[in-house]
T-cell receptor, first 115, second 115 residues
Framework: QQQVKQSPQSLIVQKGGISIINCAYE??????FPWYQQFPGKGPALLIA?????SEKKEGRFTISFNKSAKQFSLHIMDSQPGDSATYFC??????????????FGKGTLLTVNP | DTGVSQDPRHKITKRGQNVTFRCDPI?????LYWYRQTLGQGPEFLTY????????KSRLLSDRFSAERPKGSFSTLEIQRTEQGDSAMYLC?????????????FGQGTRLTVV
Protein backbone atom coordinates (compact mmCIF):
# COMPACT_ATOMS: atom_id res chain seq x y z
CA GLN A 1 0.00 0.00 0.00
CA GLN A 2 1.56 3.25 -1.14
CA GLN A 3 0.67 5.81 1.47
CA VAL A 4 2.15 8.81 -0.35
CA LYS A 5 1.57 9.13 -4.08
CA GLN A 6 3.69 11.60 -6.01
CA SER A 7 3.29 12.97 -9.53
CA PRO A 8 4.56 13.54 -12.10
CA GLN A 9 7.35 10.99 -12.29
CA SER A 10 9.41 13.43 -14.36
CA LEU A 11 9.11 17.07 -15.30
CA ILE A 12 10.88 19.30 -17.78
CA VAL A 13 10.61 23.07 -17.50
CA GLN A 14 12.36 26.00 -19.07
CA LYS A 15 14.58 28.31 -17.08
CA GLY A 16 12.45 30.92 -15.37
CA GLY A 17 9.33 28.76 -15.43
CA ILE A 18 7.29 27.34 -12.57
CA SER A 19 7.78 23.72 -11.53
CA ILE A 20 4.85 22.06 -9.78
CA ILE A 21 5.01 18.65 -8.09
CA ASN A 22 2.01 17.09 -6.41
CA CYS A 23 1.55 14.58 -3.63
CA ALA A 24 -1.43 12.87 -2.08
CA TYR A 25 -1.52 10.96 1.16
CA GLU A 26 -3.89 8.43 2.67
CA UNK A 27 -3.11 8.33 6.38
CA UNK A 28 -5.03 11.11 8.13
CA UNK A 29 -2.73 10.75 11.14
CA UNK A 30 0.10 12.34 9.15
CA UNK A 31 0.79 15.83 10.43
CA UNK A 32 4.18 16.77 9.04
CA PHE A 33 4.91 17.08 5.33
CA PRO A 34 8.47 17.82 4.17
CA TRP A 35 9.97 18.02 0.73
CA TYR A 36 13.48 16.75 0.05
CA GLN A 37 15.83 17.50 -2.84
CA GLN A 38 18.31 14.87 -3.93
CA PHE A 39 21.19 15.17 -6.36
CA PRO A 40 22.74 12.05 -7.93
CA GLY A 41 24.95 10.17 -5.50
CA LYS A 42 23.93 12.35 -2.55
CA GLY A 43 21.57 11.94 0.35
CA PRO A 44 18.22 13.76 0.39
CA ALA A 45 18.41 17.33 1.67
CA LEU A 46 15.49 18.91 3.51
CA LEU A 47 14.09 21.72 1.40
CA ILE A 48 10.91 22.95 3.07
CA ALA A 49 8.20 21.47 5.29
CA UNK A 50 4.64 22.26 6.34
CA UNK A 51 2.25 21.26 9.11
CA UNK A 52 -1.54 21.10 8.60
CA UNK A 53 -2.28 24.20 10.67
CA UNK A 54 -1.35 26.36 7.68
CA SER A 55 -2.36 26.11 4.01
CA GLU A 56 0.77 27.58 2.50
CA LYS A 57 4.42 28.07 3.38
CA LYS A 58 6.94 30.01 1.34
CA GLU A 59 10.70 30.03 1.58
CA GLY A 60 12.44 31.95 -1.16
CA ARG A 61 11.48 30.47 -4.53
CA PHE A 62 9.92 27.38 -2.91
CA THR A 63 6.28 27.22 -1.78
CA ILE A 64 4.28 24.37 -0.31
CA SER A 65 0.52 24.44 -0.75
CA PHE A 66 -1.48 22.16 1.54
CA ASN A 67 -5.09 21.04 1.20
CA LYS A 68 -6.09 19.07 4.29
CA SER A 69 -9.59 18.14 3.12
CA ALA A 70 -8.25 16.74 -0.15
CA LYS A 71 -5.24 15.18 1.58
CA GLN A 72 -2.96 16.74 -0.99
CA PHE A 73 0.08 18.98 -0.93
CA SER A 74 2.28 20.39 -3.62
CA LEU A 75 5.66 22.01 -4.17
CA HIS A 76 5.96 25.06 -6.39
CA ILE A 77 9.38 26.20 -7.56
CA MET A 78 9.20 29.72 -8.95
CA ASP A 79 11.75 31.06 -11.45
CA SER A 80 13.18 27.56 -11.90
CA GLN A 81 16.92 27.43 -12.53
CA PRO A 82 19.15 24.76 -14.10
CA GLY A 83 20.71 24.25 -10.65
CA ASP A 84 17.28 23.10 -9.43
CA SER A 85 17.57 20.03 -11.66
CA ALA A 86 17.36 17.15 -9.18
CA THR A 87 14.97 14.53 -7.85
CA TYR A 88 12.36 15.84 -5.46
CA PHE A 89 10.64 13.68 -2.88
CA CYS A 90 7.58 14.49 -0.84
CA UNK A 91 7.22 12.75 2.49
CA UNK A 92 4.87 12.54 5.43
CA UNK A 93 5.07 11.51 9.04
CA UNK A 94 3.08 11.47 12.21
CA UNK A 95 4.72 14.00 14.44
CA UNK A 96 2.62 13.54 17.56
CA UNK A 97 1.04 10.91 19.75
CA UNK A 98 4.25 9.14 20.72
CA UNK A 99 4.93 7.87 17.26
CA UNK A 100 8.37 7.12 15.90
CA UNK A 101 8.29 10.03 13.47
CA UNK A 102 9.43 7.87 10.58
CA UNK A 103 9.04 9.41 7.14
CA UNK A 104 7.00 7.80 4.38
CA PHE A 105 8.28 8.97 1.01
CA GLY A 106 6.75 9.34 -2.42
CA LYS A 107 8.53 7.76 -5.36
CA GLY A 108 10.14 10.99 -6.48
CA THR A 109 9.99 13.44 -9.37
CA LEU A 110 12.98 13.97 -11.62
CA LEU A 111 13.03 17.67 -12.47
CA THR A 112 15.04 18.93 -15.41
CA VAL A 113 15.32 22.67 -15.93
CA ASN A 114 16.53 23.55 -19.41
CA PRO A 115 18.66 26.69 -19.82
CA ASP B 1 31.17 19.49 9.16
CA THR B 2 28.38 18.99 11.70
CA GLY B 3 26.03 17.02 9.46
CA VAL B 4 25.21 13.32 9.47
CA SER B 5 28.25 11.30 8.50
CA GLN B 6 28.19 7.84 6.94
CA ASP B 7 31.04 5.47 6.29
CA PRO B 8 31.95 3.98 3.89
CA ARG B 9 30.47 5.90 0.97
CA HIS B 10 30.72 2.92 -1.31
CA LYS B 11 31.01 -0.79 -0.65
CA ILE B 12 31.33 -3.60 -3.16
CA THR B 13 31.05 -7.08 -1.71
CA LYS B 14 30.65 -10.61 -2.92
CA ARG B 15 27.38 -12.42 -2.34
CA GLY B 16 27.42 -14.20 0.99
CA GLN B 17 29.83 -11.82 2.70
CA ASN B 18 28.95 -9.72 5.73
CA VAL B 19 29.10 -5.93 5.61
CA THR B 20 28.83 -3.24 8.28
CA PHE B 21 28.02 0.43 7.83
CA ARG B 22 28.48 3.24 10.30
CA CYS B 23 26.47 6.39 10.90
CA ASP B 24 27.43 9.34 13.06
CA PRO B 25 24.36 11.54 13.65
CA ILE B 26 24.29 15.26 14.37
CA UNK B 27 25.59 15.49 17.93
CA UNK B 28 22.52 16.85 19.70
CA UNK B 29 20.07 14.57 17.88
CA UNK B 30 18.78 11.60 19.86
CA UNK B 31 16.63 10.06 17.12
CA LEU B 32 18.37 8.04 14.46
CA TYR B 33 16.88 6.29 11.44
CA TRP B 34 18.08 3.92 8.76
CA TYR B 35 16.45 3.94 5.34
CA ARG B 36 17.12 2.02 2.16
CA GLN B 37 16.80 3.54 -1.30
CA THR B 38 16.82 1.60 -4.54
CA LEU B 39 17.22 3.16 -7.96
CA GLY B 40 14.27 5.29 -8.97
CA GLN B 41 12.50 4.92 -5.63
CA GLY B 42 12.08 7.00 -2.53
CA PRO B 43 13.82 6.03 0.71
CA GLU B 44 12.11 3.23 2.64
CA PHE B 45 12.18 3.08 6.43
CA LEU B 46 14.22 0.28 7.97
CA THR B 47 14.61 1.00 11.66
CA TYR B 48 14.51 3.73 14.31
CA UNK B 49 16.45 4.43 17.49
CA UNK B 50 15.66 6.84 20.25
CA UNK B 51 18.92 7.18 22.13
CA UNK B 52 20.23 3.61 22.41
CA UNK B 53 16.82 1.93 22.23
CA UNK B 54 15.74 0.41 18.93
CA UNK B 55 12.03 1.17 18.96
CA UNK B 56 10.84 -0.03 15.58
CA LYS B 57 11.97 -2.31 12.79
CA SER B 58 10.38 -2.51 9.37
CA ARG B 59 9.37 -5.82 7.82
CA LEU B 60 12.00 -4.95 5.21
CA LEU B 61 14.61 -5.66 7.87
CA SER B 62 15.04 -9.41 7.60
CA ASP B 63 16.90 -11.33 10.29
CA ARG B 64 20.07 -10.99 8.21
CA PHE B 65 20.03 -7.31 9.14
CA SER B 66 20.97 -5.99 12.55
CA ALA B 67 21.37 -2.45 13.78
CA GLU B 68 22.84 -1.12 16.98
CA ARG B 69 23.33 2.23 18.59
CA PRO B 70 25.53 1.72 21.63
CA LYS B 71 25.46 4.57 24.14
CA GLY B 72 23.02 6.45 21.95
CA SER B 73 25.72 7.95 19.78
CA PHE B 74 26.84 6.41 16.47
CA SER B 75 24.96 3.52 14.90
CA THR B 76 25.97 0.50 12.87
CA LEU B 77 23.95 -1.49 10.36
CA GLU B 78 25.20 -4.99 9.61
CA ILE B 79 24.02 -7.19 6.79
CA GLN B 80 24.96 -10.85 7.05
CA ARG B 81 25.18 -13.25 4.10
CA THR B 82 24.55 -10.48 1.57
CA GLU B 83 22.34 -11.13 -1.42
CA GLN B 84 22.19 -9.32 -4.76
CA GLY B 85 18.83 -7.89 -3.72
CA ASP B 86 20.56 -6.05 -0.89
CA SER B 87 22.23 -3.75 -3.43
CA ALA B 88 20.95 -0.28 -2.63
CA MET B 89 21.83 3.04 -1.05
CA TYR B 90 21.63 2.82 2.74
CA LEU B 91 20.79 6.18 4.26
CA CYS B 92 21.05 7.30 7.84
CA UNK B 93 19.10 10.26 9.20
CA UNK B 94 18.88 11.96 12.56
CA UNK B 95 16.52 14.37 14.24
CA UNK B 96 16.02 16.11 17.57
CA UNK B 97 14.13 14.34 20.34
CA UNK B 98 12.06 17.15 21.75
CA UNK B 99 9.29 19.44 20.77
CA UNK B 100 7.45 18.92 17.52
CA UNK B 101 10.55 18.90 15.42
CA UNK B 102 10.62 15.98 13.05
CA UNK B 103 13.15 17.66 10.80
CA UNK B 104 15.28 14.75 9.74
CA UNK B 105 18.67 15.33 8.21
CA PHE B 106 20.19 12.68 6.01
CA GLY B 107 23.76 11.61 5.48
CA GLN B 108 25.31 11.06 2.07
CA GLY B 109 24.51 7.37 2.22
CA THR B 110 26.46 4.18 1.70
CA ARG B 111 26.09 2.68 -1.76
CA LEU B 112 26.21 -1.12 -1.48
CA THR B 113 26.80 -3.28 -4.52
CA VAL B 114 26.60 -7.06 -4.09
CA VAL B 115 28.24 -8.97 -6.92
Amino acid sequence: QQQVKQSPQSLIVQKGGISIINCAYENTAFDYFPWYQQFPGKGPALLIAIRPDVSEKKEGRFTISFNKSAKQFSLHIMDSQPGDSATYFCAASRDSGGSNYKLTFGKGTLLTVNP
Amino acid sequence: DTGVSQDPRHKITKRGQNVTFRCDPISEHNRLYWYRQTLGQGPEFLTYFQNEAQLEKSRLLSDRFSAERPKGSFSTLEIQRTEQGDSAMYLCASSRGQGRSTEAFFGQGTRLTVV
